[in-house]
Every structure is written in structure tokens, then in C-alpha cells.
């Protein structure tokens, strides 16, 4: 199939698109730049580049139809963050393209009742982000339900882990630091008793249910779904196999969430807030029954993978400290 990615060289396309390429399809690469995409793979040679101000373009109404012009049979967007980029999007692409899949987020549910929350639980999410992305979906999901609409699917990914970036630590922001105290047996502040949750996912076993969605097609047209890993983590669990991967016994100390933020700056007191407020665990039953979704890393084995990055590239300091097992825990 003809397949557009719209932002393509971002974390979860760097994997994405090789994977398409892999599976046969001709794929159209959509990003603001030119830019190195986060991984490199051989496969972005039979990859079309095109360079697009989708901001700029989708105000006048120009984005869609550009998109359309590229006959796509999928458009895969993966950077609509309002619900008027999405309308643009769909008004553009109607009658045209056969299925639109949509990147939301997990943070589209508010405080969870019961955990692990399905789709459908508690969808009252808080935050411009949670928001936006709760209207796009509900906007796609109407549109699919239409008749003549767009078929459409979102996939939900959670808390985005692989080697190339910063990823959340167990105080719940990217701090790199963190890891740094936990590897030296330094003490680590947590909030509250450390029982609150992250939830990571590998950017291959995103693009992996991508890639499941576009063979799957408009069977599962008007849908979401969870694209996290198995199970997520609590922070005191989190900081003591971090700390473990070092041979050391975690150094923990634990605060109400008031005085938990005054130890550190407030760039990352207000992002441990917006992860601890959440404390997201989501099933993804519905993508491994719908979409045969099966994600071949933990949490754990996501972060393991980005940290050793990060050191191996010279943005961590552990001293003398070393990984206990020098063979990395990613697949």
C-alpha cells in the first residue's frame, strides 16, 4: 500500500517506517525537516522525504489536500495535537485515503478507578494535552461511525521509552541525575510512599501496532486502543531494580508530595506532578485480541535500553559503578 507518515522521523517513526518499508509498503515520509530520524536503518533510502509546515499549511486549509495528493491508501498521523489539525486533516484526506490512524495517549483517562483501566474507563482526562487528544479521538471515532466518513483508528501509547532521548524516571520526570544517585547507592527522594505508577512502552512495540493496524485495516475502524507494555511500575519498584541493575540496595526516602517538590527544580517538580497525579496502568487486552499485539519489551527492558544509551553516549556519570550485567536487557 501507498502509506503517509506524518511526522516521521520523530521516536516512534524512527522504528515505524523501516517496519512498513520491511512489510512491502511505499511509504511518504511527512516531518518539518530534513533532520536524521532518531534511528538509522537502511531501509529510509526507498523512503519518499517530503517536508511540510503542517501548522502553517493545515491555517489555510492546504494540508489535507496535500496529503490527498499523495494518493495514500493509510495516512498515519502521528503528531495531531489539536482537534482542528485533525479536522483539517480529515476534510483533506476524505474519499481519498482508506484509513487514518491516529497517535493519542494514554493520559486521555483522568484519576483511575480500577486498574488496569480499559479504553473505556474514566475519560475525564485534565491538562491541554489529555484533552485535546480525548476531542481528537472522539472526533475520528464520530467521523468513522458516519456514513461516506473516514475509517479511523487511535492507538494510545504510554510513557515512551528507547535509547536516544531522556525517559521518566522513577520520580516520575527526566531528570537524568536519578539514575546517576541510584546507580552511586545515593538517596532518592520519593512521593508519598513511592506506590503511585508509570507506565512505558518500547517506540518498536508502538510502531508495532501500527504496523498491526495497517494490515488489520478497517476491521478495527472506529476503535482505540492501549499500546503500552504488559505491566507498569510503581516508583518504589522502579527505583529498587533500577538500583539493583548496579548492585546496589535502593537508598530511599519517601515525603508527602508537598515536600517531595522542593527537592528539585520546578521544571521537574511540575513534570513529576503531571505523572504522579495520573499514576497511569492501562490493560491492553482489546490490542492483543483485536490487533494481535504482543509487546516484546517490559517496562523495565525499555528503560534498561535507554539509560545504557545515555550512558554509552556520555549523558550519564556513574562513577565507578557498572551495570551488574554488561549485556543489555533490551531485545
Known amino acids: 500500500m501507498r502509506i503517509v507518515v506524518i511526522g516521521a522521523t ?16 511505499e511509504v511518504f ?16 533510502q526507498h523512503v519518499t522525504r517530503v517536508v511540510v509546515d503542517r501548522k502553517g499549511e493545515a491555517a489555510d486549509g492546504a494540508f489535507g ?41 494514554i493520559w486521555v483517562h483522568g484519576a483511575l478507578t480500577a486498574t488496569p483501566a480499559d479504553e473505556d474507563a474514566d475519560l475525564t482526562p485534565w491538562g491541554e494535552y ?28 504510554g510513557h515512551i521509552s528507547g535509547p536516544g532521548w531522556a525517559v521518566i524516571n522513577p520520580v516520575g520526570n527526566a531528570d537524568l541525575s536519578v539514575w546517576e544517585k541510584l546507580a552511586r547507592g545515593e538517596e532518592v527522594a520519593l512521593p508519598n510512599f513511592g506506590l503511585e505508577t508509570v507506565h512505558h512502552v518500547h517506540p518498536d512495540d508502538v510502531a508495532q ?34 538500583a539493583h541493575w548496579f548492585g546496589q540496595e535502593p537508598n530511599l526516602s519517601y515525603a508527602p508530595f508537598d515536600e517531595f517538590k522542593v527537592t528539585m527544580t520546578p ?7 503531571e505523572h504522579v497525579s495520573r499514576s497511569p496502568s492501562v490493560s491492553i487486552d482489546r490490542a492483543r485480541s483485536a490487533l494481535g499485539y504482543a509487546p516484546q519489551y517490559t517496562s523495565l ?16 556519570n556513574f562513577g565507578s559503578n557498572r551495570f551488574v550485567d554488561t549485556h543489555s536487557a533490551a531485545h
Open 10 to 25: 520523530g521516536h516512534i517513526g524512527g522504528y515505524l517506517v523501516p517496519r512498513l518499508v520491511m512489510a512491502g509498503h
Open 29 to 44: 515520509a511527512l516531518s518539518r525537516g530534513l533532520r536524521e530520524p532518531y534511528r538509522q536503518d537502511p531501509s529510509w
Open 65 to 105: 489536500p496535500r496529503v490527498a495528493a499523495l494518493n495514500p491508501d493509510v495516512v498515519i498521523d502521528l503528531v495531531c495535537f489539536t482537534p482542528e489539525e485533525a479536522e483539517e486533516l480529515v476534510v483533506g484526506i476524505r474519499g481519498h485515503a482508506r484509513l487514518l490512524i491516529s497517535c493519542g495517549t
Open 130 to 157: 489529555g484533552v485535546s487528544k480525548l476531542k481528537i479521538e472522539r472526533l475520528l471515532t464520530g467521523e468513522s461511525k458516519t456514513p461516506g466518513g473516514l475509517p479511523s483508528v487511535t492507538l494510545r501509547p
Open 209 to 242: 501496532a501500527f504496523e498491526l493496524t495497517v494490515a488489520r485495516g478497517n476491521e478495527v475502524s472506529g476503535q482505540a486502543f492501549h499500546v503500552t507494555s504488559s505491566q507498569a511500575l510503581t516508583l518504589r519498584g522502579f527505583a529498587t531494580e533500577v
Open 267 to 273: 521544571h521537574h517538580a511540575e513534570a513529576s506532578y
Open 301 to 316: 527492558e525499555a528503560v534498561r535500553e535507554a539509560v545504557e544509551w545515555l550512558y554509552d553516549n556520555g549523558r550519564l
